[in-house]
């Protein structure tokens, strides 16, 4: 009887002493004609088999990532009096999106440690190997990877943003914008506390081009041929429609 | 209405790019211009990707100058022989252009190379057709003075002649050869059907007779746009039917109203606009090269190379 004790304990104790149970207002977001943006709800709650810990209080972070890609950001000079694109820099992974909301200014919910392990704001998620020696300030690409993307909706952080109700129940709310490539968002969510990550969650929301807006994507790629050539069998018969009415329209 | 273009995967306005091709569509009905010159810097402005834009915009002059060239058969105002020639020059010109321009996309730098020879094609089309129609306008002023015929030069000097009827012109086949070719390179690379240029290059330079010279260059501007469609579709993926689609109902319909418009003014006044237009674009593009832009780094798709 003991032995079982001890081994359930056994079971137990690498269990986190405070975990996430996850709930998402969509798994799937699809892309038709007339997207326009949409609403993501992550909400959950902490379960805990024991009385609330001692310590800070309870933090959530949640972050939203796009599929990752390879980004050249190309940097413009001045050269015989016109501003071209002269050095430029690729940055080996970038989310295409990211949203990073806290229920705290992130200084208080994440240790600068946690963060380096766990690649949680944005300045961490991205991966640059190495810039070629040729060019200076390299950092200063990655930098301004950052701003244009935020200037565009496609990184957001939102600082207190997550609401935590009686250290148990938090919600949080991302908006991905009209203009999304599509691919697997990875929802991350970790509860902290003094800086440090007590749990994380993961799981996955679909996001996807649908209706016609998959089949005409598809169909150029796949069939570039037949794409082409539907595309202009819709001009000259637009073209002739519009001569023949022209031809009414003058009788 | 917002819309989800599925190639540029940008969304917009569906009545912004209705107004977009009708208000386009009124000014090429006017002057009767492809209109691509003026559409393809707008498509940049409201944040479709050069790629897309270029490449898309030749849909939508396979459309229109489809049906301006149906108008034109009918007046047997085109002569197929010479559309001929100019085409052999402009599909070649229009495969040197792609792979051109997938070259520099590479490089990149596509965006300069769009934006510079807009600069310079335009600034030279819109300020000789200024000098032209002001001194016309002039003229008209002072009744009696007739304008001075232009004497006949190289072109007429150059081997391998053939006869064009319907253009009235024994000439060699080397200048519409020429002119056709690097007409294909510019609609290849700027995403125009090159109306703008191949009009004056055949007036002034091969010395057709005006009324064959916009029928003309029309029949063979459709052949160049298909086929560069053609070559931007299987190489680039970069045309977006959707908003062709979009551009098109609405040039249509402006070319219309733009037509009827362009019957109640004078050529020498249409002239003038039209030069007054194109020096505008021009000279905003120019600025854009000039002036030190507020963001100087661009982002582009890595994992090329």
Redesign the interface.
């Known amino acids: 009887m003991l032995r079982l004790i001890t081994a359930l304990f056994m079971l137990v104790t690498p269990l986190a002493a405070e975990e996430i149970v996850l709930g998402l207002s969509r798994d799937e977001v699809a ?7 949409s609403d993501v709800m992550i909400f959950g709650a902490v379960r805990r088999e024991a009385p609330v810990p001692e310590g800070g209080p309870l933090e959530v972070i949640i972050t939203l990532s796009g599929p990752m ?10 050269v015989l ?5 002269t050095d ?1 820099v ?3 992974e970038a989310p295409s999106f990211y949203a990073v909301a806290t229920s705290a200014p992130m200084r208080e919910t994440l240790s600068a440690v946690e963060d380096l392990r766990y690649g949680i704001t944005i300045p961490r998620v991205i991966r640059s190997v190495g810039a070629p020696d040729t060019v200076i300030n390299a950092k ?2 990655t930098e ?2 950052i ?3 935020a200037a565009a909706g496609l990184y957001q952080i939102l600082d207190s943003e997550v609401d935590i109700e009686k250290e148990t129940l938090f919600r949080g709310q991302i908006t991905l914008p ?4 599509e691919g697997d968002y990875i929802a991350h969510i970790y509860i902290t506390r003094d800086g440090q990550v007590v749990d994380d969650y993961e799981t996955t929301i679909a996001v996807y ?1 649908a209706g ?3 089949w ?2 598809e169909m ?2 796949n069939n ?2 037949w ?6 069998a ?3 018969s ?6 023949a ?2 031809r009414i ?1 003058q009788r | 209405m917002q819309i989800y273009l599925p190639i540029a995967e940008v969304s917009v306005n569906a009545f912004l790019l209705l107004g977009l091709g009708g208000i386009v569509g009124i000014l090429s009905g006017m002057f009767g211009v492809g209109g691509g010159f003026l559409m393809t810097p707008l498509l940049f402005f409201i944040g479709i990707p050069p790629a897309v834009a270029v490449a898309t915009e030749a849909v939508q002059i396979v459309a229109s100058s489809f049906s301006g060239v149906l108008a034109h058969l009918r007046r047997k105002s085109v002569d197929l022989r010479m559309g001929t020639v100019l085409l052999i020059g402009g599909l070649v010109g229009a495969a040197v252009g792609v792979i051109l321009f997938n070259y520099l996309k590479s490089l990149g730098q596509v965006d300069l190379l769009v934006k510079l020879c807009y600069v310079v094609f335009l600034g030279i089309i819109g300020g000789l057709m200024f000098i032209e129609s002001w001194r016309a306008i002039r003229r008209s002023k002072k009744p009696g003075s007739v304008p001075v015929r232009r004497k006949h030069g190289l072109v007429h000097a150059l081997p391998l002649k053939m006869k064009f009827r319907v253009s009235g012109l024994y000439i060699s086949v080397i200048p519409p050869l020429v002119i056709g070719l690097c007409v294909g390179i510019l609609a290849a690379i700027m995403g125009v059907g090159g109306g703008f240029i191949m009009v004056p290059a055949m007036i002034y330079l091969l010395g057709m007779p005006t009324k064959v010279v916009i029928g003309t260059s029309l029949f063979q501007i459709i052949f160049v746009t298909a086929f560069t469609t053609m070559l931007h579709a299987t190489t680039n993926f970069t045309v977006d039917i959707v908003l062709a689609v979009l551009l098109l109902v609405g040039g249509v319909i402006g070319a219309q109203i733009g037509t009827r418009i362009g019957v109640k003014m004078k050529a020498e006044q249409l002239r003038i606009l039209l030069a007054l237009m194109v020096l505008v674009v021009c000279g905003k593009l120019a600025l854009d090269l000039l002036l030190m832009p507020s963001e100087l780094y661009s982002l582009g798709v890595g994992g090329g190379h």
């Open positions: 892309i038709t004609a007339t997207f326009n943006g890609e390879t980004v050249l950001v190309r940097r413009k000079e001045r009096g016109i501003w071209a694109n430029a690729e940055v080996d200063t690409f301004a990877l701003r244009i993307r009209a203009a999304l490539t081009k016609l807006e998959r005409l994507f150029s790629r570039p041929f794409y082409g050539i539907m595309s202009l819709i001009a000259i637009a073209g002739w429609l519009a001569s009415a022209f329209f």
